[in-house]
């Protein structure tokens, strides 16, 4: 056979396969973009720090991409936000907040980013939170604290603190048994923010969520539904392992170090006695004292820290009033997996149920 024939006899057997070849490298090609583009369609949610996000990935599963803004362990409450902050809202299409004044970064953040598109779902609407956002007088030098111990000292800040310092005044001028009086400790009522560690609260808040996912992405409607009322079944289980276990304690009172526990005290009808708002607040003897004070009055058997914070403190004062020191976890630091919500509950149950026995 001439060999110009022979070689066109290869390359006509050969075109098949260069063929098919073309067309699976074209088809990878296509569906790789087809990936892409899927991804970029889904919702982008932002959620501020670790229970907002456990309750938001539980809801959207894979159907939105949900990231944190605070990774867990880092302090909340006086959190600063940062460049990358302010350029990940700027990208989100969503962001869910707590609410109840612990994010108090974000409304600056926010501006920053002018993200005009961006929608902000708050967990925490339509919950009625512990404390009220009214004047309080106070003598000079001393700050304000509600009936469950919450720091209300970073109150006069922002114009609403203003309006409420003003109407103190004004409720002083008027009040002779406050004559004479300087208004200078006047401070708003701060809400206590942590509504997620009640589980029939945190239903609330997952509920809100599934809501607001479904208003803005009705496509994954049926998703967000279901996954939600799966998470709900396990936190219904979790509030009656709760009732069952603390039934028989009711009106018992444990001492924190973190006004963290007012929701789920009142859910279980136990008494919270918080010694400092924030772990970071420095005891004061003062502190120590009411600490003892409150230990030989209603005969407490626990102190209670919480992971992540230097309880050398407590330790030694937990050995010089002869009771245990033990940990309940506020859930602002740990796993992102919305399954170590009740990993932590549910240790919690345990710690309260110990110190109560």
Known sequence: MRPI???LLIA?????FAAAGCSTSTSDTQSSDVSAEASDEKLQVLTTFLPVYLFTKAVAGDAADVEILIQPGTEVHDYQSTPDDVR?????DVLVQNGLNIEEFLDSTIESAQNSELVIINASENIDPVGELSPVVFPDGESGEDAHG????????DDQSEEVAAAGEESAADDPDHEGES???VHARAENPHVWLDPLLAIQQVETIRDGLIEL????????DANAA???EELQALNTEFEQRLGSYSDRTFISFHDAFPYLAERYNLQQ???VAIPEDSLSPADIQETVEVVEEYDVKALFGEPGVDNGLLQSLSQDLGIELQTLDPLEAGELDPQYYFTAMNQNLEALETAFQ
């Open 273 to 275: 006695v918080a010694i």
């Open 150 to 157: 919450y720091s209300e000292e970073a109150a006069g800040e």
């Open 12 to 16: 006509l057997l050969l075109l098949p």
């Open 88 to 92: 990940v809202i700027a990208e989100a």
């Open 217 to 224: 992405d009705p496509d994954n409607a049926e998703t967000y």
């Open 5 to 7: 024939l022979h070689r």
């Open 183 to 185: 208004t200078s400790g």
């Open 230 to 232: 799966a998470y709900i």
